[in-house]
């Protein structure tokens, strides 16, 4: 089964990294790898229906494909990170190539914010990624939703183990489109009934 929750013992090693958020009684909802049409365009009047604001974490690429649709999550005051140009990943990548990629979406956003795919990066990439000015931010809970063997039922009930403070990842990517509309607006109820407000990541 895969892990809902990052271990403690993961974050402590990791500290240059944000795992968390820093306001009491809040979550952050943030995903990964868009935006792409038809999964963005519903994500976004959901979001607007419930009243949330979230962080998205884009590709370069992606922003290119669909400039419109980066602006209108931007337009509904949500906020934006760089995700990487093409999605490499950084146990795989040189550390040149891994920050070109960074620098080569910076051009396409505004943002301090950055999340490396995969949550893998070299501690080089990690302390060059620090010197351009980023913050690395990952997550305290993951949805799974771009595993093909997960299921709804199991993402439902690991969500009674979200918790104020928790940065919460998700995908709006076609491979993960399914997945997460069908449990999206159930995790949202249950961290409405928690009593914990949604903000964005800063």
Known sequence: ??????????????????????????????????????????????????????????????????????????????????????????????????????????????????RPPYGRLTREQGKKVNMIGKKIIMWTWNAHDYDQNMNEETIIKKAALIKDGDILLFHNSLKSSKLMMACLPKVISIIKEKNLLFKTVA
Not at 84 to 104: A, C, D, L, R
């Open 1 to 114: 089964m895969p892990l809902f929750r990052v271990p403690f013992i993961v974050q402590s090693i990791y500290r240059n990294r944000q795992w968390r958020g820093n306001k009491k009684d809040c979550v952050y909802l943030t995903f990964d790898d868009g935006p792409e049409e038809k999964t963005t365009l519903w994500l976004l009047e959901l979001l607007k229906k419930e009243d949330i604001k979230a962080t998205f974490f884009c590709l370069g690429k992606q922003i290119e494909s669909c400039p419109e649709l980066f602006q209108e999550i931007l337009n509904n005051g949500h906020a934006v990170g760089n995700h990487t140009y093409n999605h490499e990943k950084g146990s795989h990548t040189s550390s040149k190539k891994y920050i070109n990629s960074i620098k080569k979406t910076d051009v396409l956003m505004n943002s301090t914010l950055f």
